[in-house]
C-alpha cells in the first residue's frame, strides 16, 4: 500500500504538467478551434528563457518574465500562423502553420542553447520529503501546486475580467460575441498568447526535475495532446481529471509492468474514449440544426 501511495503521489506530479499543457490547448480550441501544435517548444523555450535568467535573478524572479516571454510568443504564433489560415478559410493551413513555427522555434532554440540538454537548478531541496507518509520532491509539491494555481488564475481572470469575460463569450459563441461588438480576433490573440504562457510557466515547473533542450516539450506536448482529447477539449475540470488519469496510469505501469510499456495505457485510453466518446470524457455534445 505505501509502494502504491508512493507512485500515485508521483503520477499525480506528472499528470498536473500534463494537465497544464492540454489547458492551453482547451483555451485555443475553445475560442477559435484551433490549436497550437507548437505547444512544445513553447513549453521548452519558456524553460531555456528562464534557465538563462536564473544565474542572475534567482529562480522566483524570472517567472513572472517568462510568462511575459510565453506570453509575447502565443501572440507571434496567431498571427503569423492562425490568422493568415483562419482569414482565407483554410481548413489545415492552421495545424501545418503551427508546425512549421515549431520546427522553426526548435531550431533556433538549438543555435542559441545548444544541442545539449542542461540542468536546471532547483529552488528547493532535493531531498524527499515525508508528507503523511509519503516520500516527495519538495518541487513535485510545487509542480503541483504551480499548476493548479496557474489554471485558477486564468479561471478567474476569465470571470472577474472584462477581456476574461470577452473570452468566455467568444467561446460560447463566436459569431454572437462579434456582434455583441467584442473583437474577437483579440479574443483569439489573447487565448493564444495565455495558452504558450501556460506552457512556458510549465516549461520552469518541470525543467528542475527533468534536463532542459529544446527537444524536452516534445513528448511532453504529444501526451498533454492525448489528455485534452481523453478530458474534452472545451473542459477545464477535464484536462486536469484526464491529467491526473494519465499520469497515475504511466507511474502504476512502468513499476509494476515495465518501464518499456508506462505509454501504452494513455494510448489505450485514448482510443477507448475516442470510440465510446469522441468528444472527451467530460466534453459536450452539440447538436447543430440545419
Known amino acids: 500500500m505505501a509502494i502504491l501511495l508512493q507512485l500515485i503521489a508521483s503520477g499525480v506530479a506528472v499528470g498536473m504538467i500534463y494537465a ?14 484551433t490549436l497550437n501544435f507548437g505547444q512544445g517548444e513553447a513549453l521548452a ?14 529562480y522566483w524572479l524570472m517567472i513572472p518574465l517568462v510568462l511575459v516571454f510565453g506570453f509575447a510568443l502565443g501572440a507571434v504564433v496567431e498571427r503569423l500562423g492562425v490568422r493568415p489560415a483562419v482569414k482565407i478559410k483554410s481548413e489545415y493551413g492552421w495545424i501545418m502553420a503551427t508546425i512549421a513555427l515549431g520546427i522553426i522555434f526548435k531550431n533556433v532554440a538549438e543555435n542559441v542553447w545548444g544541442r545539449d540538454d542542461l540542468k536546471f537548478p532547483s529552488p528547493l531541496p532535493e531531498t ?62 489573447l487565448s493564444y498568447s495565455i495558452s504558450a504562457m501556460t506552457a512556458a510557466f510549465a516549461g520552469v515547473l518541470v525543467a528542475p526535475v527533468t534536463l532542459t533542450g529544446a527537444t524536452m516539450g516534445a513528448v511532453l506536448a504529444l501526451k498533454a495532446f492525448a489528455v485534452a482529447i481523453i478530458g474534452g477539449l472545451e473542459s477545464g475540470l477535464g484536462v486536469i481529471v484526464g491529467g491526473l488519469i494519465l499520469g497515475v496510469a504511466e507511474t502504476l505501469t512502468g513499476f509494476y509492468i515495465s518501464t518499456g510499456y508506462k505509454d501504452v495505457p494513455g494510448l489505450i485510453l485514448l482510443l477507448v474514449v475516442l470510440s465510446l466518446r469522441p468528444v472527451g470524457l467530460f466534453g459536450k455534445a452539440v447538436i447543430k440544426k440545419v
Do not use: C, H
Open 128 to 189: 524527499a520529503i515525508q508528507v503523511a507518509g509519503i516520500r516527495v520532491l519538495p518541487m513535485e509539491l510545487l509542480i503541483v501546486a504551480g499548476a493548479l494555481l496557474m489554471m485558477l488564475a486564468v479561471e478567474i481572470f476569465n470571470r472577474k475580467s472584462i477581456w476574461g469575460k470577452a473570452v468566455v463569450a467568444t467561446s460560447n459563441d463566436i459569431d454572437a460575441a462579434g456582434l455583441m461588438g467584442i473583437n474577437t480576433q483579440r479574443v483569439i490573440t
Open 20 to 33: 497544464a499543457i492540454a489547458f492551453g490547448y482547451q483555451l485555443t480550441f475553445a475560442t477559435s478551434k
Open 45 to 58: 523555450l519558456g524553460a531555456l528563457f528562464g534557465l538563462t535568467l536564473v544565474p542572475f535573478i534567482g
